[in-house]
Nanobody, 121 residues
Framework: QVQLVESGGGLVQAGGSLNLSCVAS????????MGWYRQAPGKQRELVGD???????NYGDSVKGRFTISRDNAKNTVYLQMNSLKPEDTAVYYC???????????????WGQGTQVTVSS
């Protein structure tokens, strides 16, 4: 199995910044995509951004130009730098690893437990 552990959430004022981290552990051979989704109360889960093993990022429209996603393949870690935060960014942020290939050559997807980000106005 593969476990994802997020860190870095919290409370910040509008216009501020936060940096989230997520470490994947377990019997990992490779991970195709690592990224972040978020879910606000009463809303559907939406893509924040993800990044391929080759380092190519993809962002949701609402965060383009403000958030930056990156990863360290050697550490199986993905980062999300969030700048110019707005109250509407308030949500639970979930780390995801998609296309994980384990050492047993089993392919699976995995999700973290989520970390709360709250942006006050």
């Amino acid at each position: 199995q593969v476990q994802l552990v997020e860190s870095g959430g919290g409370l910040v004022q509008a216009g501020g910044s936060l940096n989230l981290s997520c470490v994947a552990s377990g019997s990992i051979f490779t991970i195709n995509f690592m990224g972040w989704y978020r879910q606000a109360p009463g809303k559907q889960r939406e893509l924040v951004g993800d990044v391929s093993s080759g380092g190519f990022p993809n962002y949701g429209d609402s965060v383009k130009g403000r958030f930056t996603i990156s990863r360290d393949n050697a550490k199986n870690t993905v980062y999300l730098q969030m700048n110019s935060l707005k109250p509407e960014d308030t949500a639970v942020y979930y780390c995801t690893a998609r296309g994980v290939v384990t050492t047993a050559r089993v392919q699976l997807d995995s999700w973290g437990q989520g970390t709360q980000v709250t942006v006050s106005s």
